[in-house]
């Protein structure tokens, strides 16, 4: 009987691994099923020894656009009355990404196996957020699976559409940013050195260097003697400042520094409530409990500050009140905003009215970016012209002050 090398997770959520006997693989997951043991992992023994595995694997992602591709053919597949299981074998033999096409052949076994599909899906939790596994979950138990998967599928695709926007948007700055420093720096440890031999007769004859020329040569100086060092500092810098970024403290400093920005702070603030009340909108049309559906959304806000006041709404609602209360205390909703939710959560449209608050609040977000992107090129370009214009003259004035002496 061959042995099976199996991954799975206990009654208390543990992970557990060892080896199994069993007669073919099917048989190893009933066994393991029998043991109250959740299986996210078997294979053949002898196959897994023979099998040469690189000591480091880069863990491999995938997109999003892929993710909501998969769920919007899984609903189509439902609603054209194919069956769950065999439509997640078509899927996982015919997805074009590898990657994916190994976690539906995982979902696939655990599914033939007996387990729930949204039991499945959390057990790849770098493919499938949480957000995904509690909307599938809610389509399970109110009989709307294929609506639900649908939802989170276009819900996928907005929310990339504006990351897309964004970094689009942000590109074109960032470039000029770098190009700037490149030619900044090209120009100091390479131009300027070869007129210190002119700037050095100058200072022996008794005609003193100008202020910008000076600074200009400590600067060359510095990066020509210490440029390895000074960018072993800088890199050290940006090491520990992200180390402290990704501590409670950090974060919290960072979202509070994010939404007090001159122009970035109001996308800042936006994206982050547009995300919140499209994930609530979202959760509650598809039937998940309004606590449950706070603390998702609360994690998908994307900040620290608003994600405390979804947290203390969710107090309030426990104790019997409205949501719109704690969210208009903390004064990081508008007030428009709030007036919305509050009317909402009277009429019983708090689900509708959330999603178009979002969808608002997305076109608001990018006329802001086209505006902040139209103010950030003319500054990028005015600061990088301002530098060159600095090497440049204080390169030139002590050639202008000679003539003048001369004269």
């Known amino acids: 009987m061959p042995d099976f090398l199996y991954r799975a997770k206990n009654a208390v959520g543990q992970n557990t691994e060892g080896v199994i006997s069993a007669g073919s693989h099917r048989e190893a997951l009933a066994s393991l099923t029998r043991q109250s043991l959740f299986p996210l992992e078997v294979r053949d023994r002898a196959a897994a020894g023979t099998t040469?595995?690189?000591?480091?694997?880069?863990?491999?992602?995938?997109k999003v656009e892929v993710i909501a591709d998969t769920l919007?053919?899984?609903?189509?597949?439902?609603?054209?009355?194919?069956?769950?299981?065999e439509s997640l074998r078509i899927l996982s033999e015919q997805s074009a990404d590898q990657r994916?096409?190994?976690?539906?052949?995982d979902i696939c076994k655990v599914v033939e196996n007996g387990a729930n599909l949204d039991d499945a899906l959390s057990a790849h939790p770098e493919v499938f957020s949480p957000l995904t596994i509690n909307m599938v979950r809610a389509?399970?138990?109110?009989?709307?699976?294929?609506e639900s998967l649908e939802r989170i599928a276009s819900f996928m695709r907005k929310q990339n559409e504006l990351?897309?926007?964004?970094?689009?948007?942000?590109?074109?700055?960032?470039?000029l940013a770098i190009v700037g420093s490149i030619v900044a720096v090209v120009l100091i440890v390479l131009v300027v050195p070869m007129f210190e031999s002119f700037f050095d007769r100058l200072e022996r004859s008794g005609v003193g260097l100008p202020v910008p020329t000076l600074i200009l040569l400590a600067l060359s100086e510095m990066l020509t003697r210490y440029g390895v060092f000074v960018g072993m500092a800088i890199a050290g810098l940006v090491v520990l400042v992200r180390k402290f970024l990704l501590t409670p403290c950090g974060t919290r400093l960072l979202d509070r520094v994010k939404l007090r920005l001159p122009v970035a702070g109001a996308i800042f603030h936006d994206t982050a409530v547009s995300r919140f009340c499209r994930v609530l909108g979202t959760l509650?049309?598809?039937?998940v409990p309004i606590l449950r559906s706070l603390d998702i959304s609360s994690a998908s806000a994307g900040n620290t500050l608003l994600q405390d006041a979804i947290k203390d709404s969710a107090k309030n609602i426990s104790s019997g009140n409205l949501l719109s209360q704690p969210l208009a205390a903390s004064g990081l909703i508008p007030a428009?905003?709030?007036?919305?939710i509050r009317v909402a959560e009277e009429s019983n449209t708090l689900d509708q009215v959330l999603v178009k608050i979002s969808d608002r609040m997305d076109q608001k977000i990018e006329h802001r970016l086209e505006t902040m992107v139209r103010l950030i090129e003319?500054?990028?370009?005015?600061?990088?012209?301002?530098?060159?214009?600095?090497?440049?003259?204080?390169?030139l004035l002590p050639i202008i002050d000679l003539n003048s002496a001369i004269e």
């Open 284 to 287: 509650l049309r598809n039937g």
């Open 336 to 340: 428009q905003v709030m007036a919305m």
């Open 163 to 175: 990351r897309g926007k964004v970094v689009s948007a942000m590109t074109y700055p960032a470039l």
């Open 139 to 146: 389509g399970l138990e109110g009989a709307f699976l294929e």
């Open 72 to 85: 919007t053919q899984l609903a189509d597949l439902l609603t054209n009355g194919v069956a769950l299981l």
């Open 100 to 105: 994916m096409r190994e976690v539906l052949g």
């Open 52 to 62: 040469f595995k690189l000591p480091l694997q880069l863990p491999r992602k995938v």
């Open 378 to 395: 003319p500054i990028m370009l005015l600061t990088i012209g301002g530098v060159v214009m600095f090497i440049i003259v204080g390169v």
